[in-house]
């Protein structure tokens, strides 16, 4: 009669703990890795974005701050960024409560053209400014 010893009996199952060991880890790196490239591309979009935004923002407050405002239409391209940047100024005929004609009333509208992960956007901001209330 032979009699197994406990130790030998558990080196059998050892290479199975190593090998259901490796599967979990790999379930866990891959899942790991997923979410870093998800986040990653989250951090570039909101990147891209909050950089449009910015150019937006600048082109308009330079529209809106200048002395003299004329009706037209200006558009800049910016290399680096490949944005088109189109500055439109438009006066208004608004009334104030007292029903009278608000004159030099302007609305200043910026609209950004890109492309951002293979697709056209477009972006858009608009101001108003009433020229009695910035002169000096």
């Known amino acids: 009669m032979k009699i197994e010893s406990s130790s030998r009996r558990g080196n ?18 891959t899942s790991f890795t997923r979410a870093l490239s998800s986040l990653w591309r989250t951090t570039t979009f909101v990147k891209e974005e909050l950089v449009i935004t910015q150019i937006m923002d600048s082109a308009l407050h330079e529209a809106l701050y200048l002395q003299q405002l004329e009706e037209g239409t200006t558009e800049v391209y910016i290399e680096e960024r490949d944005v088109n940047v189109e500055t439109l100024v ?3 005929e608004l009334e104030n409560e007292e029903g009278t004609l608000l004159q030099q009333m302007w609305q200043v509208t910026v609209i950004a053209r890109y492309e951002q992960d293979g697709i056209d956007e477009e972006r858009s901001a608009r101001g108003w400014r009433y020229l009695p209330l910035y002169r000096p």
């Open 12 to 29: 059998g199952f050892m290479l199975m703990e190593v090998v259901l060991a490796l599967f979990i880890f790999a379930i866990v790196a």
């Open 90 to 92: 438009v006066p208004l």
